[in-house]
């Protein structure tokens, strides 16, 4: 059965500063990573699908990196923000399947 | 489009009751799912179809039953609610199989059981 964990926990940085977030995986088999936001008492928005056969891809201050023999995936948030305060949540597929796998989540606080 | 609805919003039931939590997306997506997030224990999946009229188990179906008559509907009841039941309801859609798919959430359903 795929794990998956999230470290740290929680985080909290000054405005300005970047964010690494990092996800481990046991099953390096995967199709895909897929990293979420989670806002307190709401759903999840998906933020970055990463493919397989990719190390990584961007969206806007987003960046996901994805080192499938290792097992792990990083998400870097460059020059945070107040309204970048959320859980953020990675999740794999469990083998071929659609079924997802998620971690525990970080839970970021960005200080104004 | 509306992406993945869900209703209610909210919800307190009786220990004993029933009641059924529905979902439906716009998006043409074969694939939907149901997960519940608990404090500490992250999301696990209830229930999930792969399309109209399949349906199977995922890791914690005891207590929930689903059914999929149509593409875009995938309601999940409660037969007999219990307090461990308490939790956030989460449904899913996805368009692709494999390295394309990406799903989508939708906003929850609180389920409070006393």
């Known amino acids: 059965k795929q794990e998956v964990t999230q470290i740290p926990a929680a985080l909290s940085v000054p405005e300005g500063e970047n964010l690494v977030l990092n996800c481990s995986f046991t099953?390096?088999?995967?199709?895909?990573l897929q990293w979420f936001r989670q806002d307190p008492g709401k759903g999840l928005t998906s933020l970055l699908l990463i493919q397989s056969s990719q190390r990584e891809q961007t969206s806007g201050r987003l960046n996901a990196s994805l080192d499938k023999s290792s097992g792990r995936s990083t998400l870097y948030i460059a020059a945070s923000q107040p309204g970048d305060s959320a859980t953020y949540l990675c999740a794999v597929p469990q083998g071929n399947d659609y079924k997802l796998s998620f971690g525990a989540g970080t839970t970021v606080t960005v200080r104004a | 489009n509306a992406g993945v609805t869900q209703t209610p919003k909210f919800q307190v039931l009786k220990t004993g009751q029933s009641m059924t939590l529905q979902c439906a997306q716009d998006?043409?997506?074969?694939?939907m799912s149901w997960y519940r997030q608990d404090p500490g224990m992250g999301l696990r999946l209830i229930h999930y179809?792969?399309?109209?009229?399949?349906?199977d188990q995922g890791e914690v179906p005891n207590g929930y039953n689903v059914s999929r008559s149509t593409t875009e509907d995938f309601p999940l009841r409660l037969l007999s609610a219990a307090p461990s039941q308490t939790s956030v309801y989460f449904c899913?859609?996805?368009?692709?199989?494999?390295?394309?798919?990406?799903?989508?959430f939708g906003p929850g359903t609180r389920l409070t059981v006393t």
């Open positions: 179809s792969v399309g109209a009229g399949i349906t």
């Open positions: 998006m043409n997506h074969e694939y």
């Open positions: 099953d390096s088999a995967i199709y895909n």
């Open positions: 899913a859609s996805s368009y692709s199989i494999g390295t394309a798919a990406e799903q989508y």
